[in-house]
């Protein structure tokens, strides 16, 4: 598969932030955040843009600089999106994915288009400084009766709906906002003991959690020897990078962001790792190339 280096635009879809690119004038779409935002599971879909001749032959990978480093994701021309997109059955999908779905499969191909097109998203509508009057003061008063700086209130808004600044919220988000803000300032210490307790036993991520989402350490597993210790299982580097090997920590970053925890640092370490043992794998298979190739006997380097 022919692999690109570009630098991503992001492009604001009902507060997903969706990466484009543009690669010798062919718009292109990262595909697993879209995946991720809707609620599919990426192997899935990624095997069947493989399994697809026409989605097949339009997939470039495209290295693009991320927080943790430079980074490989699948991209499809924004002119195949549709086509992925509409066959993806809504009634053969989860419930709680269904509605995400349609959403994506009547607007988003759309929005990303006016995008590249016209200079804007059309859809999804953000908010005049007008309309956000109402949040300024939910923001004022919340200050008011809690000693917060302002700053630390908006980023309480930052942290609950994954943007950077109030003037990316949608009319969707914004009402969404405001109440958010209006229970905080009444509710306060006891909102946020409750939030943690949901939180806290919302998260669980056991051992077997692993395999379920990482292809390429189930399959392993399934053909290893076992280990001489009991309840242990062999662990590679290729296990730890990759899109074949998702990681669950990455996962469970997801989650707490997405219930307003700021994990920016533990996100940022976790991909420069992933990124650096990837690249340590392509030294290892290089090197591991160059001494068969120099020698008659053929040589094993393991990691």
Same mark, same amino acid.
């Given at each position: 598969?022919?692999?690109?280096?570009? !630098?991503?635009? !992001?492009?604001?879809?009902? /507060?997903?932030? @969706?990466?484009?690119?543009? $690669?010798?004038?062919?718009?292109?779409?990262?595909?697993?955040?879209?995946?991720?935002? @809707?609620?599919?599971?990426?192997? /899935?879909?990624?095997?069947?843009?493989?399994?697809?001749? #026409?989605?097949?032959?339009?997939?470039?990978?495209?290295?693009?600089?991320?927080? /943790?480093?430079?980074?490989?994701?699948?991209?499809? *021309? +924004?002119?195949?999106?549709?086509?992925?997109?509409?066959? #993806?059955?809504?009634?053969?999908?989860?419930?709680?994915?269904?509605?995400?779905?349609?959403?994506?499969?009547?607007?988003?191909?759309?929005?990303?288009?006016?995008?590249?097109? &016209?200079?804007?998203?059309?859809?999804?509508?953000?908010?005049?400084?007008?309309?956000?009057?109402? +949040?300024?003061?939910?923001? %004022?008063?919340? %200050?008011?009766?809690?000693?917060?700086?302002?700053?630390?209130?908006?980023?309480?808004?930052?942290?609950?709906?994954?943007?950077?600044? @109030?003037?990316?919220?949608?009319?969707?988000?914004? *009402?969404?906002?405001?109440?958010?803000?209006?229970?905080?300032?009444?509710?306060?210490?006891?909102?946020? &003991?409750?939030?943690?307790?949901?939180?806290?036993?919302?998260?669980?991520? *056991?051992?077997?959690?692993?395999?379920?989402? =990482?292809?390429?350490?189930?399959?392993?597993?399934?053909?290893?020897? *076992?280990?001489?210790?009991?309840?242990?299982?062999?662990?590679?580097?290729?296990?730890?990078?990759?899109? !074949?090997?998702?990681?669950?920590?990455?996962?469970? +970053?997801?989650?707490?962001? &997405?219930?307003?925890?700021?994990?920016?640092?533990?996100?940022?370490? $976790?991909?420069?790792?992933?990124?650096?043992?990837?690249?340590?794998?392509?030294?290892?298979? =290089?090197?591991?190339?160059?001494?068969?190739?120099?020698?008659?006997?053929?040589?094993?380097? %393991?990691?």
């Amino acid at each position: 598969m022919t692999v690109f280096t570009a !630098s991503p635009v !992001s492009i604001n879809f009902h /507060g997903a932030s @969706i990466p484009t690119f543009n $690669v010798a004038g062919i718009i292109r779409v990262a595909m697993k955040p879209i995946c991720d935002s @809707i609620g599919l599971e990426w192997h /899935g879909q990624r095997q069947r843009i493989k399994r697809n001749p #026409v989605l097949a032959k339009g997939a470039v990978m495209i290295t693009a600089p991320s927080k /943790g480093g430079l980074q490989k994701v699948l991209t499809l *021309p +924004l002119t195949k999106l549709n086509g992925w997109l509409f066959g #993806v059955d809504a009634a053969r999908v989860k419930p709680e994915v269904r509605d995400k779905l349609v959403e994506y499969q009547e607007e988003c191909f759309e929005v990303l288009s006016n995008y590249w097109q &016209k200079g804007q998203a059309v859809k999804p509508r953000t908010v005049t400084p007008d309309e956000r009057a109402g +949040l300024r003061a939910a923001v %004022t008063m919340l %200050t008011t009766k809690r000693g917060l700086m302002h700053s630390a209130a908006y980023s309480l808004v930052h942290h609950r709906f994954n943007v950077e600044h @109030i003037d990316e919220l949608t009319a969707e988000q914004l *009402p969404e906002a405001v109440e958010y803000i209006h229970r905080m300032t009444l509710e306060g210490d006891y909102l946020e &003991k409750q939030h943690q307790a949901a939180l806290q036993l919302a998260i669980h991520y *056991p051992m077997d959690q692993w395999p379920a989402i =990482n292809h390429q350490l189930r399959q392993d597993w399934e053909n290893e020897v *076992p280990t001489i210790y009991p309840n242990r299982r062999w662990v590679k580097a290729r296990h730890l990078y990759g899109e !074949s090997s998702p990681s669950p920590t990455l996962q469970m +970053l997801a989650q707490l962001k &997405k219930e307003g925890v700021n994990v920016e640092c533990c996100e940022a370490e $976790v991909l420069a790792m992933r990124h650096h043992i990837g690249e340590f794998e392509s030294l290892r298979h =290089n090197l591991q190339r160059m001494l068969s190739h120099s020698s008659s006997m053929p040589v094993m380097l %393991t990691s």
